[in-house]
């Protein structure tokens, strides 16, 4: 609201100079403080001009190369893994198609939180901070922490079991290492996000070769990948339940808040067309990601479905077969394959633990800058970050060990398919509001698509959510009259759920985060659209202050 009103004392005298702590641009909103107080001095030690110098085509676009690598990671986490493992042994081939639409869906999701870091010049968590009353912005920075905490599970397991599969240490041990080694790697980040991006990539592919070997070792057949990639079928018992899990997996709340700042880290130019370049080169970017991620999940989901078919499984190998877990799975690629397979199979899960959970990290720093705008030093925020993440896995890996941590995956895509409304709505109103992004605002055609599809990813995460609970209502081994005491907890709480989802959906968006300085003056307005400036006004609109606090993820010191 301070920026409205901030916006309202704005004379309509062209010849007023912005001061300069407000940066500027065509429409983009970078250097305004959404609380309507002077930005941080260090964010504006640098500046990104429009260099009409600069060279284009690929040299420009490897300058955007990075984000959409660590953001398509979220689709080859362990979790993910688990789900491509069971539908690729359950039904073989069929339901690659799920899995294909599936990351064209989280394509255009992600591009939305893309489009909206860079036009803002805020990411998801801080708009959400200007945007919302104090009560309700509270209640979305703890969901969306407990997204976090639900995608590291996943991640902290599956680094657990690639560690006891290859040197046999114990899963809670292995737990512990991985909460080490992932702050380890963080510290790379004080060489900055680049050098980050680069060990991302790297496991990345890492993971790649790691399937495509075992995939080209089994030889699963081309024709009937194929069919199921491009042929839509639901065939067999439970292959509908696969499906909503398969697609339930993709879309994770936490990655939106990561996305949308992961690109702040990059220097756009202040001009529309400089905006709408860098828009196209992050969406391109992410569509080699997500090709990649595509390929790995057709890779793991043909190796699952290609052993589990085989005429020569024995009775145990097929008994494993009907409930494949991360765990599980290596063995019986090992059954069948040999002990090299297995440990393939453990580097891949590996790296993609490993990987999962430096990003896991980072979007939890991300959420907490956004959303409490704390003061705290970078390491110490890396530790609690961490150590909150990893705690429910090694409770549970303690007690429960390698059965136990396996629910616990189970329990956490659950909390992920809870929670992904309550990030996916508040992306959906404001890449398509006027008040947020001006002129830059989805197209009437996007709107309509992007609203379609987030209400189905939400409608398919809230029946997995309900058929599951409902399921495990039914078939637990509890007396009735427990079961009738959770009923009648549980279902009001959905209830609330339900409603909740429904306000946040409809309800009207009052914080103007969007202000354009150049409305009253056509003239320097389309010379900032071409990337151009003057030698009075425009010289101090044509410049956008670099998120220096987002390159290497420092909070305010």
């Known amino acids: 609201m301070a ?107 992600q591009s939305l939180a893309a489009n909206l870091g860079v036009s803002t010049g805020k990411h998801l968590s801080e708009l959400c901070k200007a945007e919302y009353p104090k009560y309700l912005k509270y209640c979305l920075w703890l969901l969306a922490e407990l997204a ?24 809670w041990a292995g737990v512990l290492l991985t909460g080490c080694s992932t702050l380890l790697l963080l510290g790379l980040q004080r060489y900055g996000v680049r050098k ?4 991302i990539a790297i496991l990345v592919f890492i993971m790649a070769g790691c399937f495509f070997g075992e995939m080209s ?9 194929l069919k199921g990639m491009f042929i839509p079928k639901l065939n067999g018992q439970g292959a509908t339940g696969d499906a909503i899990a398969l697609l339930g997996a993709l879309v ?24 709408n370049d860098a828009c196209r080169y992050f969406l391109i970017e992410s569509g080699l990601a997500l090709l990649v991620a595509f390929l790995i999940n057709v890779a793991v989901v043909s190796v699952s479905g290609t052993v589990c078919s085989a005429s020569n499984l024995s009775n145990d190998s097929m008994d494993r ?61 890396n530790l609690m970050t961490r150590s909150i993440a990893i705690t429910p896995s090694l409770i549970v890996s303690i007690i429960g060990g390698s059965q136990g941590a396996g629910k616990l995956i189970i329990i956490a895509s659950m909390i992920l398919s809870f929670e ?52 495990w209502l039914i078939h637990n081994n509890l007396p009735t009259v427990a079961n009738v005491f959770i009923g009648i907890v549980v279902f009001p709480l959905m209830a609330i759920y339900v409603i909740a989802v429904i306000y946040l959906t409809f309800r009207k968006d009052t914080a103007v985060t969007f202000i354009d300085p150049t409305k009253d003056d056509p003239v320097v307005q389309t010379r900032l659209e071409n990337g151009l400036g003057n030698q009075n006004r425009a010289a101090e609109l044509d410049r956008l202050p670099y998120r220096e606090d987002l390159a290497d993820i420092p909070l305010p010191e």
């Open 196 to 199: 980050l991006e680069l060990l």
């Open 321 to 381: 077969c009907s409930d494949i877990t991360l765990n599980s799975a290596s063995f019986l690629l090992q059954n069948v394959l040999g002990k090299s397979s297995s440990i393939v199979y453990a580097i891949a899960l590996l790296a993609s633990g490993q990987s999962s959970a430096i990003t896991g990290t980072y979007a939890g720093q991300y959420i907490m800058q956004g959303f409490l705008d704390i003061k705290m030093r970078k390491w110490l925020r």
């Open 420 to 471: 992904l409304p309550f990030a996916l709505i508040p992306l959906l109103k404001f890449s398509s509001s006027t008040t947020k992004m001006g002129p830059h605002k989805n197209s009437i055609y996007i709107i309509v698509i992007s609203w379609i599809l987030g209400m189905g990813i939400i409608g398919i995460n809230v029946y997995y959510l309900s058929t599951g609970f409902v399921g």
């Open 148 to 171: 976090v905490i639900a995608a590291d599970i996943p991640e902290v397991i599956g680094t657990a079991f690639a560690l006891n599969i290859l040197f046999h240490i114990p899963v």
């Open 252 to 275: 994770m709340p936490h990655n939106l808040f990561l996305h949308s700042a992961l690109v702040l880290s990059r220097k756009v130019p202040s001009s529309v067309r400089g905006i």
């Open 3 to 109: 920026s409205r009103q901030q916006h309202q004392q704005q004379p309509n005298d062209v010849s007023v100079v912005l001061p300069q702590s407000w940066g500027g641009g065509s429409n983009r909103i970078a250097a305004i403080n959404v609380e309507g107080r002077p930005p941080s001095p260090n964010n504006n030690k640098t500046f990104a001009h429009d260099d009409p110098d600069q060279k284009p085509g690929w040299r420009k676009f490897l300058g955007f190369v990075g984000p959409g690598f660590l953001v398509s990671l979220a689709y080859l986490d362990p979790g993910n893994l688990e789900t491509d493992l069971q539908a690729g042994a359950n039904h073989r081939f069929e339901l690659l198609w799920v899995v294909l639409i599936g990351l064209i869906f989280a394509l255009i999701i």
């Open 217 to 225: 070792y089994v030889k699963p057949p081309a024709v009937d990948v």
